[in-house]
């Protein structure tokens, strides 16, 4: 047999555009949307009793929605780009929520386009790479290797009025059927909605490029403007010194300071550290929690493109006279910094503690005395970790502090045993508990020169496989307390305490007894560093109470 006999027989058949449209669909509802599924199982299995017809209707019920959807998206010329592109994509998507329980919604696009490329390729591994070429890239190629059937326009735009009369005709028949079935489970778990492919995904996206690239800009805000230091603060012996660690997807069930019974804090605990017991993200993902943080704005009311316009926490201290520099090792401060003096932590294997594409966080410690002198008067540096970040968490410790073992030195973690993804993440806080360490002894080191202290504060926190679920970004109603309760940790030297005039006794009973949110850090900034402004109020204070 000659070879271009051999491609004729087994070359694949033309098709029309409804064949495509029902293959397509066929693909997404058997193969892609298998996460869908598992979790209407898991669902349903927890139920006291369900009906047979109703769980035999989810799939064809899933099939007419996507069938709807894609006979209005499938048209001739557009399809096979259009659709080869949305595979890839949406096998990323099943990827990722199969395998570690992320909803690809608007608050988990706006943090994947936010993501610089080092901590975009910490998610790449063989099994991920396999899984996107067998889901994605090669049903791709199929598709773009398909003939399609020519056919007239009036033959078309039939088989599209047929294909939406089936689609929406199944729909109401199992509406009909099963509606109080379909009610009761939506409304105790709207989620599932988040988990069809490709439309949640699709229109977030949609939804994210529509307010950021193509609405009309916001014009930046001026606020505080009659912010200033009171002249007590200005007027001591010695100027203050606020070193602001920003941590990064720490959580605070895993911090021995909190009662966890492993000891993730062997190097702070004994430096009269004070660590608040309940403190709450804004968001669950970095995008969104750390200009939240900033902000003004409390959870409640928080919105992005207005905390991105006006001024945050850093220029309202700035503007009352308090010299600031902002330290980077975890791609990007999310705009909180654009008005202050940064440094970003060269990746480059010149340095010891970094590999090329990403650093240890002592690299935010060297020169440390060379930026203290760099600034004047009141001063505040904030050093913005690469902390927990996973799932590489293997890379962000040196060998040396590899304490619980054995550790999953992989960046697939869902192929690891849990026990090993727990080793492998509490030695990550260990760590960040190190560079805490290390960073008061240097605090120490200048306490003849400056009142010194230091404030750290996790962004969010992380799953490590409960429920099924790893890693963070699931939306915040929805999302565990594991994604949403974070560190707090605060520690003061003598004389910072003393003209500040804090009632430890006061700030150790209320970190354990009290309720806090990242709401509290813009306040407690300012009151600490005695800032005056009718922003600031006093209530959100953490430290107002315990200032005799």
């Given at each position: 047999m000659s070879y271009s006999a051999a491609l004729k027989r087994f070359a694949l058949p033309k098709l029309s555009i409804a064949q495509i449209t029902i293959c397509l669909t066929l693909y997404y509802v058997l193969i892609l949307n298998l996460p869908l599924f598992r979790e209407f199982y898991s669902i349903l299995s927890a139920a006291e009793?369900?009906?047979?017809?109703?769980?035999?209707?989810?799939?064809?019920?899933?099939?007419?929605?996507?069938?709807?959807?894609?006979?209005?998206a499938v048209w001739p010329y557009l399809t096979k780009p259009l659709f080869a592109l949305i595979l890839i994509t949406s096998s990323m998507v099943s990827y990722s929520m199969y395998n570690y329980g992320i909803y690809i919604d608007y608050g988990m696009v706006e943090n994947i386009f936010e993501t610089d490329s080092a901590e975009a390729s910490a998610y790449i591994s063989l099994y991920s790479v396999c899984w996107v070429l067998l889901l994605g890239i090669i049903p791709a190629l199929l598709l773009l290797s398909v003939k399609r059937r020519k056919q007239t326009i009036l033959s078309l735009l039939l088989e599209?009025?047929?294909?939406?009369?089936?689609?929406?005709?199944?729909?109401?028949?199992?509406?009909w059927?099963?509606?109080?079935?379909?009610?009761?489970?939506?409304?105790n778990n709207h989620y599932l909605k988040k988990m069809i492919v490709p439309t949640e995904y699709i229109y977030s996206t949609a939804n994210y490029i529509n307010r950021t690239y193509l609405t009309d800009p916001v014009s930046h805000s001026v606020i505080g403007e009659d912010a200033q230091q009171k002249p007590t603060a200005i007027q001591t012996e010695k100027p203050t010194l606020m070193v602001f660690i920003l941590g990064e997807t720490a959580r605070a069930q895993n911090y021995e300071l909190n009662?966890?019974?492993?000891a993730t804090n062997r190097y702070t605990r004994d430096m009269n550290v004070v660590s608040f017991q309940d403190v709450t993200a804004c968001g669950t993902a970095t995008a969104l929690s750390v200009p939240c943080m900033f902000s003004s704005l409390n959870r409640e009311n928080y919105d992005k493109k207005i905390a991105a316009n006006q001024d945050n926490l850093l220029d309202i201290l700035q503007r009352a006279g308090i010299d600031i520099l902002w330290k980077e090792n975890d791609g990007g401060h999310k705009g909180v910094a654009t008005r202050?003096?940064?440094?970003?932590?060269?990746?480059?294997t010149s340095n010891p503690r970094c590999d090329g594409k990403t650093c240890y966080d002592m690299a935010l410690l060297d020169n440390f005395s060379e930026n203290v002198n760099r600034l004047k008067d009141n001063r505040l540096i904030a050093l913005h970790l690469i902390g927990s970040h996973g799932p590489t968490y293997y890379q962000r410790y040196p060998a040396e502090f590899k304490a619980f073992t054995p550790d999953c030195p992989r960046s697939d973690i869902e192929n690891c045993e849990i026990s090993e993804i727990v080793n492998t993440y509490d030695n990550t806080l260990l760590y960040t508990d190190y560079v805490i360490s290390q960073t008061i002894k240097k605090l120490r080191a200048l306490e003849d020169k400056y009142n010194t202290?230091?404030?750290?504060i996790s962004d969010h926190g992380e799953s490590l496989g409960e429920n099924g679920v790893f890693l963070h970004g699931i939306p915040?109603?929805?999302?565990?307390?594991t994604q949403k309760k974070v560190p707090l940790i605060t520690w003061f030297s003598d004389g910072f305490s003393r003209v500040k005039n804090i009632n430890t006794d006061c700030l150790k009973n209320n970190a354990k007894t009290g309720s806090y949110s990242h709401d509290n850090v813009f306040h407690s900034l300012l009151g600490i560093m005695d800032v005056e402004t009718t922003l600031y109020t006093p209530s959100l204070d953490i430290f107002a109470i315990c200032r005799q």
């Open positions: 009793a369900v009906k047979t017809g109703f769980v035999v209707s989810i799939p064809f019920f899933i099939f007419a929605v996507i069938y709807l959807l894609f006979n209005l599209k009025c047929l294909g939406i009369a089936t689609a929406l005709g199944i729909i109401l028949v199992v509406f059927l099963y509606y109080q079935d379909y009610s009761s489970v939506g409304r009662g966890y019974p492993r202050v003096k940064t440094e970003i932590i060269n990746r480059d202290a230091l404030f750290y915040y109603l929805l999302a565990p307390d």
